[in-house]
């Protein structure tokens, strides 16, 4: 089946710690985006990328980093410099221009304990 | 800078009504606007598009939107509302004239369709 995964599905990080989060893709799809899911506020753009080995930030990347080394791969570091990372991580795909939708993972619940 | 406004925090509509989920953007050129709608506790879906053309787009489930350049709105619509489409809803937005793939989204809205 085609699709994207994200692993794992809930984290518990102590303060202080790094965390990386997984998404991977099979759709052959080009562009890979990270999202912040908070209630009230929304999707948040964390990094998008566009093609391998090129990323650009969003609006809320500090304290975050990210690598595209593979087509297919697109992880997420959350450091400890992110002031408050509690919360829902969403990963996504598209297509190789900008009119292209995404196709989301099921996401990743980030908890801070 | 692009932004999107979802004026609504939340929907109500009994079931068999007509529903809109509304949605105001801003960019600085010709906009892409998508929906995408979310269940508990899931990831997002894709339901449709507008990229040029015809102002009315259909999409997924019996979705229908409405581009409106003067008013810079994208309203989502449905003739009748199901149950089954109480979820959360999200409107975005690209700059088509930058060509790039930065995408804002709007803080959503959840709609409760009541039997």
């Known amino acids: 089946d085609g699709g994207i995964t994200q692993s794992p599905k809930y984290l518990f990080r102590k303060e202080g710690q790094n965390v990386t989060l997984s998404c991977e893709q099979n759709l052959n799809h080009d562009a890979m985006y990270w999202y912040r899911q908070d209630p009230g506020q929304g999707l948040r753009l964390i990094y998008y990328s566009q093609i391998v080995n090129d990323f650009q930030k969003g609006d809320i990347a500090e304290g975050y980093s990210v690598s595209r080394e593979k087509k297919e791969s697109f992880p997420l570091t959350v450091t400890s410099a992110q002031k408050n990372p509690t919360a829902f991580y969403l990963c996504?795909?598209?297509?190789?221009?900008?009119?292209?939708?995404?196709?989301f993972g099921p996401g990743t619940r980030l908890t801070v304990l | 800078a692009q932004s999107v406004a979802q004026p609504e925090d939340q929907v109500n509509v009994a079931e068999g009504n007509p529903l809109t989920v509304k949605c105001t953007y801003s960019?600085?050129?010709?906009?892409?606007l998508f929906w995408y709608v979310q269940y508990p506790n899931r990831g997002l879906q894709f339901l449709l598009k507008y990229i040029t053309g015809d102002n009315l787009v259909k999409g997924s489930y019996g979705f229908e939107a409405e581009f409106n350049k003067s008013q810079t709105s994208f309203h989502l619509k449905k003739p009748s509302a199901l149950v089954s489409d109480s979820a959360l809803y999200f409107c975005a937005v690209r700059d088509a004239g930058t060509g790039g793939f930065k995408t804002i989204f709007g803080a959503g809205t959840r709609l409760f369709v009541k039997a």
């Open positions: 996504a795909s598209g297509g190789g221009s900008s009119y292209n939708e995404q196709f």
């Open positions: 960019v600085s050129g010709n906009p892409y």
